[in-house]
């Protein structure tokens, strides 16, 4: 196992690496130039010069790259070109709220998408499976920035239950916390978890119709217990792989959710990092992205591999 | 809701605020300094307040804190370096030379004192006891190195009033001399601004953009702050003045006037600033405070020579672009009938208003004509910025303009970047609103051919000769007389297409007493705020 792990954790420096690299020579292609940015217009050939070179932007890109990757894994992003503030220290700044939502969102997500979906493909081609596969259609089809605002407009704000903007960190209240990331999640898992749903009806459905599901139940074993030791295990593999693909997708997805609920993680980073053109924060935040979703993908590997041992004979 | 403050132009579209980003700086439709007499101008320490002034009278020490919604983020606390619309984060932080105070009237502050006789060279008294953050005491020798600073800081939006001061010079301890240029009527309030701003020659070196170094009642909490989401300030205990409300201020970046408003109803901020018509009356029971006057919102044509996009520097493009504007069609449907269509500059009641350029304008066979004339009876197109609270209005002139083929490709921009993207020319023609600044401040700022909003060098001359009168004038009737030529003209060649005027508004919680918006100011004035309780 251990070295199915390493093998693993090897694997996701190139893709780091590829992630990074990519963004950095699409960032080249954009004809922003640092050296107008903080000085303008009007500012002369030497100027310019001046700023390029005390950046580095002078250099051929990939020198820049490299030079820029040895930085990043000292996790050195350098400084913002439009605030007078460390990369690192802005991306630190966010993180509490960016992981805070997307572990509350990978929460709503397993909470109800997991047991809508098993009940769901246990009962399939019953009503019940009908009303929750719709429901589940409709959860999938609503938009994050949509169900953020119908949240905010009829549950925060009437109710009082809940903020309906901003974000407490866990350090200062544990309960402000969780009160100020329960909507916010809510709007970004719904999707997730009807997309779960989906899945898990598939995958429970198709494994209680195989042969061996038949014979136990044929020897006399409960619907429960199967359930519980043969066919959850086996429909396991494809639910994680949706679980894995919904946390990439959350991390895209939180972008609009933070700027409805004003919450200030990464996505509302990044959202005025471009806008800005501000291009070290803006490669910063796509660094830090990949690699939370390669952490995500290598702990859905080792899962894998808990889950079929074939996976780790591989 | 409750409605309080003036009203001189009906109600508005007052999120478009966040587009002050973007201008940097306008001309008020109200003109309060121009009627001064032109005769000895003289603030002095007498009353600190003025009538109609809602600082308590028993003065309390600074208590509670506030957190404000704010639609544009921060981009420096240097003022010599930073934008008019910024003004807000950096008056917790610095004190000026004079203050405007809720009357609207030039009031003493670092300076006890500001006198001239003849409008060219001023005398300022430094107030007894004035202290910089760090404690050093606020004399002579800091103005003098605050003025010659902001001289010598050529990329300042400030720059146009850095420019008429000719010299600075200590005379004592706590006396200053300026000599301007040329006579100023405005100079006083002037001083009021990012321009008066004193900064702590102690700082010299230092990079101010998040160490400020100002004699304000607040210091600013940098480890608290939360680039692009939040700022921080705390009050000073050993500030020099008084009235001083809350001992904790927080300006929370909210950019959409919508979640401005729901953060204000559940309680997650105290004021919603820069609110319009339509998020008004979303306040519940808060109530909303008004903006003592309107502002223009209008279509800057910063490319009037067409260096980037030729068509613009053709006068009957432009007039044509202002025939296809329906101003009626969209104060109504954007600003809920709250704003005011017209294509004056200078709202009805101003001492500058003509009625010969007032209007609604909307002739589409005209435009289409005069396009012809042009020759671009197929159209054309150019990019326009703009931010989130302005994309509506936006949008619906851009709909006005394609009717006659004119391609207007909106630009989605970060609120508070504006001011400085169409200072580096990176735009041809930009939707924005004004603030309120004086006729001859939003001239120098962007009609003469150097201006700092004029990065084609545009030539206005028929608007500059009249200008430059006005500001040779030697009556006030005179000067006034000539700036309202000067602007109408500005108008008729189209260098400013106004839409509409528009006034802004804050919702402010039950709780928080004490909230006036202050001419020219974006958000209630925070040091005059206190919170019940």
Known sequence: ??????????????????????????????????????????????????????????????????????????????????????????????????????????????????????????????????????????????????????????????????PATGFVGPTASVGDWARSIILPSIALGISGAAALARQTRAAVAGVLRQPYVRTAVSVGYSRRSILGSDVLRNAAIPIVTVLGVQVSLLLGGSLIVEQVFVVPGLGSLAFSAILEKDLPVVLAVVTVAALLVTVVQLALDVLYGALDPRVRVR | MRVQGRRLAGLAFSALLLSLAACGGGSSSDGATETEPRSTVTISDSPMVTAGDTTPATVAPPSGSITVGVATDLQTLDPHLAQPAQLHYLDLVYDALTKVGTSGAVEPNLASSLTSDDLTTWTATIADGATFSDGTPVDAAAVVYSLDRGKATTESPSAPLFAQIDSVEATDDSTVTIVLTAPNVAFARDMAGLAGMIVNPASEGSDLSRAPAGAGPFTFDASGSVEGSEYKYDARTDYWGTGVGVEHVSLQLIIDPSARVNALVSGQIDIAAELGPADQTKVGDAEVVLAPTSEQLYIQVIDSDGSKVPALGDPLVRQAMSYAIDREGVNKAIMLGGGIPTTAWFAEGSPYYLAEVDGVGYDLDRARELLADAGYADGFEFDTPTVEALRPVTEAVAGSLAQIGIKMNIKMQQPGTLG????????????????????????????????????????????????????AATTEAEAVSLWAQAYAEAVKQGYMIVVAHVTTGAGVASGVSGAQVLFGSLIPDLRSVRVDG
Request: proline share 6%.
């Open chain 1, 1 to 162: 196992m251990l070295t199915f792990i390493l093998r693993r954790v090897l694997a996701v420096i190139p893709l780091v690496v590829i992630a990074t690299a990519a963004t950095f020579f699409m960032l080249q292609l954009s004809d922003v130039d640092p050296a107008v940015l903080r000085l303008g217009d009007s500012a002369t050939e030497e100027q310019y010069g001046e700023v390029r070179a005390e950046l580095g932007t002078d250099r051929p890109a990939v020198v820049q790259y490299v030079d820029w990757l040895s930085h990043a894994a000292r996790f050195d992003f350098g400084e913002s070109w439009k605030r007078p503030v460390p990369v690192m220290t802005m991306v630190h700044q966010r993180m509490p709220a960016t992981l805070s939502l997307t572990l509350g969102a990978v929460l709503v997500t397993i909470l109800i998408g997991l047991p809508l979906g098993i009940a769901s493909g246990v009962r399939a081609g019953s009503t019940a499976d009908s009303v929750i596969t719709a429901t589940a259609s409709i959860g999938q089809a609503m938009p994050a920035f949509w169900t953020g605002l119908l949240l905010a407009a009829y549950v925060a704000i009437p109710t009082g239950w809940f």
């Open chain 2, 420 to 471: 400085q993207q169409v200072r580096d020319g990176q735009w041809a023609a930009s939707l924005t609103i004004t603030r309120g600044q004086t006729p001859p401040v939003f001239y120098s700022e962007r009609l003469t051919a150097d201006a700092p909003f004029n990065p084609f060098n545009a030539q206005r001359t028929t608007v500059t000769d009249l200008g430059e009168q006005a500001l």
